[in-house]
């Protein structure tokens, strides 16, 4: 990690931060929801495969659609508490301000990333509605999976954004 084990782990204090931050929590444990249902059909489809000899049919489109959306979920909140992987060999012996300087690029660049993530998959669901792209055992429209990234992923644009601000401003102090 980036920031000495003396620090605490960032929680915002202003008001916008704690809405941001409150938001983030939501959309991750509404992910965690997701993620817990994947886990007990998947935990069905062993017992359904152990006991009658048959797997749920389309299970494994469930997971990755799951998957995919809890996965996507998780990334804002994990922005805001500063539990992303920070590589910091070169970082380690710079003064605060240095890395907070650097920690707010990191934060711009990934805003920047996610924004054009959201972007793009914006145009993805619109053009799997429109072609009508579905899985191929059990005809689940692809683009239902990219309705609840698509926010996620703009809500983690928005969270760089707001952690970057918050390291520029710790950059000053």
Same mark, same amino acid.
């Given at each position: *990690?980036? !920031? ?15 809405? @941001? ?12 929801? @997701?993620? @817990?249902? @994947? ?9 359904? &495969? ?10 494994? !489109? ?32 710079? !003064? &605060?301000?240095?890395?907070? =300087? ?16 959201? =972007? ?12 009508? !792209? ?14 609840? *990234? ?14 970057? =601000? ?8």
């Amino acid at each position: *990690m980036s !920031e000495p084990v003396d620090e605490d782990v960032f929680a915002p204090s202003d008001p916008l931060g704690r809405v @941001v931050l409150l938001v983030c929590r939501a959309v991750a444990l509404a992910g965690g929801l @997701v993620l @817990v249902a @994947v886990a007990a059909m998947s935990a069905a489809s062993v017992l359904s &495969r152990w006991l009658l000899g048959r797997s749920l049919m389309g299970d494994f !489109e469930l997971v990755q659609l799951g998957c995919a959306i809890a996965v996507a979920s998780f990334l804002p909140y994990c922005q805001m508490r500063r539990g992303h992987v920070i590589v910091d060999f070169f970082t380690v012996n710079l !003064e &605060r301000r240095s890395r907070a =300087w650097l920690d707010a690029l990191g934060a711009l660049l990934l805003a920047a990333c996610a924004a054009l993530v959201a =972007w793009r998959m914006g145009l993805g669901l619109v053009n799997a509605r429109a072609s009508g !792209e579905s899985s191929m055992l059990l005809g689940v429209p692809i683009w239902l999976a990219y309705v609840p *990234m698509v926010p996620s992923f703009a809500l983690l644009a928005l969270a760089g954004c707001y952690t970057a =601000w918050a390291d520029f401003r710790r950059q000053r102090q």
